[in-house]
């Protein structure tokens, strides 16, 4: 798989106006209008009562693995050498874009499709077409080719809390939502409609372009994160002050504990890098993001990767960790951006001397030009690959991937082949397969599983 250097990228295909929009330039500092169901200040966090139980996490997720639900074995046969990499078909008949796949948390090959225009489809192990009735359907924004359904993520402890929550824009399209849903106690595949949805988090969308919307719970602590864009605009220059600005919830990762007390939504960690700091948003994990799309956790080392796509010339991939600002609009990659002066030194995940840190990787707009975020493959059925994040660019279908070890970048710079087409999004389950989602406007979108290759693959 690693063997022959690439070092001519593929070409870029034609650009769709949806990629055209979300490599768009970013516009003038807004108000969030925030939304806090915490009955806290955004800026504080006020004690323990209101955090959970300690730095861990809260009421229910401060349990070790032994009570989390249980998860069939990972069912492959394991593949030895280093195959190349193949895709099997597991999901089509989907609207595109298709925005997310992510597999039942214990029921690892039934896998949840979002499409943007609102609705959640399974797909059922042994079908790769969904079923006739939708999961869920939430009334979405349609006319912004940014917004609508964007995010889902299953409480760590699914089905045995029955809770799940999406990130989507509403028709107004004017704010961002995180909501939460329950399952019903009898059927965990069916959402229980006795039990209205509860608004989470809500927070002002000055420009419908950059929203981010990715959501996950931290395998080590439980809490869910949110991934938030710069706010966008309609041209380019100048970026936006959101994403620098710590009381802002845009240009952010957001860490928030839905495990609350009481009639709250939710409550700060204590241990947020911002918590008690004056015009800081407790909420706020790491800042200066443009615009992050998709964001995943390693399941093996709680390692949180993120795919923040660039403006003028550069896309990247950084390792996200707590109170760290990634640079934006001062940084685009490794660079200063538009001629802006500071400190372009650091390497890989270091931290200059402006208290920027620096991506791992970086692809130039020559033959990119809007990264899609991926996931650290922990499959047992290619074990060579291990630990490597995969990775691409929803306007050139090459398969990307590289190894982080903590201090130090392995680009993977063989010859992988290509994706089906350009990724719309990446995806995961229990067993640690990587999901890729591509398609177009005429084909609908299409979920193919990376596989090691063997006869009959894509």
Not at 150 to 172: E, K, T
Not at 408 to 426: D, H, K, Q
Request: hydrophobic content about 35%; proline content about 8%; glycine content about 14%.
């Amino acid at each position: 798989m690693v063997a022959v250097l690439a070092r001519r990228l593929g070409s870029v295909g034609a650009l769709g106006s949806l990629v055209a929009l979300l490599s768009a330039g970013c516009g003038d500092d807004a108000d969030d209008g925030v939304s806090n169901p915490t009955g806290d200040d955004d800026d504080a966090g006020d004690d323990d009562d209101d955090a959970g139980d300690d730095d861990d996490a809260g009421d229910d997720d401060d349990l070790g693995d032994e009570d989390l639900p249980p998860v069939p074995d990972c069912p492959y046969a394991a593949v030895s050498g280093d195959p190349e990499v193949a895709f099997e078909l597991v999901g089509s008949g989907l609207d595109y874009p298709a925005t997310f796949v992510t597999g039942d948390p214990t029921v690892p090959d039934r896998l949840f499709v979002l499409e943007k225009d609102g609705d959640i489809k399974v797909v059922e192990p042994g079908s790769t077409t969904p079923n006739s009735q939708v999961f869920l359907h939430i009334d979405v924004i349609t006319t912004e080719q940014e917004m609508g359904l964007l995010g889902l993520a299953f409480h760590r402890r699914f089905p045995l809390d029955p809770r799940f929550y999406v990130n989507y824009n509403p028709p107004s399209g004017d704010k961002t939502i995180v909501a939460e849903y329950r399952v019903r106690a009898d059927d965990p595949g069916v959402v229980d409609d006795s039990v209205a949805p509860r608004v989470v988090l809500e927070f002002g969308q000055p420009w419908p372009n950059h929203n981010g919307g990715m959501l996950a719970f931290g395998p080590r602590d439980g809490f869910l994160y949110i991934a938030t864009g710069d706010g966008g605009a309609a041209a380019q220059g100048g970026g936006t002050a959101t994403s620098q600005d710590p009381g802002s919830l845009l240009g952010k990762i957001l860490r928030i504990d839905v495990n609350a007390r009481g009639e709250a939504a939710y409550s700060i960690p204590p241990d947020n890098p911002f918590v008690g700091r004056a015009g800081a948003a407790g909420e706020v994990w790491a800042l200066g993001l443009r615009n992050p799309w998709r964001f995943s956790f390693d399941s093996a080392t709680g390692v949180l990767y993120a795919g923040d796509v660039g403006e003028a010339r550069w896309e990247e991939i950084s390792i996200v960790e707590s109170g760290k600002n990634y640079g934006w609009d001062r940084l685009e990659g490794f660079h200063c951006f538009s001629g802006t002066p500071c400190d372009d030194s650091a390497g890989p995940n270091g931290t200059n001397s402006n208290g920027y840190t620096a991506p791992i990787a970086e692809h130039p707009h020559d033959d990119f030009l809007s990264v899609t975020g991926g996931y650290v493959y922990r499959s047992c059925e290619a074990p060579e690959w291990q630990g490597i994040y995969f990775y691409g660019d929803w306007v050139n279908p090459r398969v990307l991937a590289l190894r982080w070890d903590g201090s130090s970048v392995e680009p993977i710079n063989g010859s992988l082949g290509r994706y089906p087409a350009g990724p719309t999004t990446f995806g995961s389950n229990a067993w640690g397969d990587v999901y890729v989602v591509s398609g177009n406007d005429f084909d609908g979108s299409t979920v193919h599983r990376l596989r090691p290759a063997g006869a009959g693959d894509y």
